[in-house]
């Protein structure tokens, strides 16, 4: 999301927003998670390629470690990347649940 005073840049880890012209390579957010990070990218896509949907992007480790990638965008929202797996389990876990 662009305004015209800047970008609305939301934590991953807290949820908090912040309005910021540009990301600095080494943001922190007020709760201590790194803003210019793999898993606050809008790019961020598990299970692809160094999980990420820019083919030309550097491998990076640690994706909650600040970077400095250049393909870096903020999410407009923190990725929900352990809810489907967690939402499904559970899901399976009742289908296949031994009934009294």
């Not at 908090?16 to 790019?43: D, P, S």
């Not at 470690?65 to 990725?79: E, H, I, T, V, Y």
Request: proline share 7%; with cysteine; charged share 30%.
């Amino acid at each position: 999301m662009r305004e015209e005073r800047g970008m609305i840049v939301r934590c991953r880890a807290c949820g908090a927003e912040t309005t910021a012209e540009r990301i600095a390579m080494r943001a922190v957010c007020g709760c201590g998670a790194w803003l210019h990070c793999c898993r606050n990218c809008e790019l961020y896509a598990p299970g692809r390629a160094n999980d990420c949907r820019e083919p030309r992007a550097e491998r990076v480790a640690d994706k909650d470690a600040g970077n400095f990638c250049d393909w870096f965008r903020p999410a407009s929202a923190p990725p929900a990347t352990e809810r489907p797996a967690t939402s499904a389990r559970a899901a399976l876990d009742a289908l296949f649940r031994k009934k009294p």
